[in-house]
Each structure stands twice: as structure tokens, then as C-alpha cells.
């Protein structure tokens, strides 16, 4: 999947940090640089799991095909599940 462009609203960020304690930062960390694993969720949803500097991130986002933008809706840290998916492909 080539994603050209990650968006995150103030809304979703706040949440995203205030929740599950995850700083945009570590998520762009996860989609730019560490290679993570896709999947699909539903729709033009989709999950990305992938490793950050210290741990793993889960990543929902709705992905355009068409600008190859990802708006990112949540990311939390990864369950024990999510990681062995991540580590398995």
C-alpha cells in the first residue's frame, strides 16, 4: 500500500493521546519509517500494525485510493494478538 499523505483531525489526535495514549509523532513514526503491516477492516478502512521506537502501534485509518491519503480515526498500543500478527508476516 503506498500511502502519499497521513491526516489526523485535532478531534481524533486529542482523543487518540487523551485515550490510549498515543502521540501523532509515533503514529507517523509507524506508517513513514517502520514498515507496517496492512490489513483490511471494511470499506475503504483499514489497520496498520507496526512498531514504534519503544513499542507497537495499531493504526485504524480510512485509506482514498485515489490521493493515497490516510485520515487516521484511532491508533492504541497493539494486544498481544495484533503484535504476533505483526511479527507472523
Known sequence: ??????????E??????EKHNVRQEEIYDVLKNNKPKFKKAGGNQYVAIGSSRSRYITI???YDEKTKEAEITTAYPSGKS????????
Open 1 to 10: 500500500m503506498i500511502i502519499k499523505a497521513f491526516k489526523i483531525e485535532p
Open 12 to 17: 481524533a489526535a486529542i482523543k487518540i493521546f
Open 60 to 62: 485504524f485509518f480510512n
Open 82 to 89: 495484533q503484535i504476533k500478527f505483526y511479527k507472523k508476516k
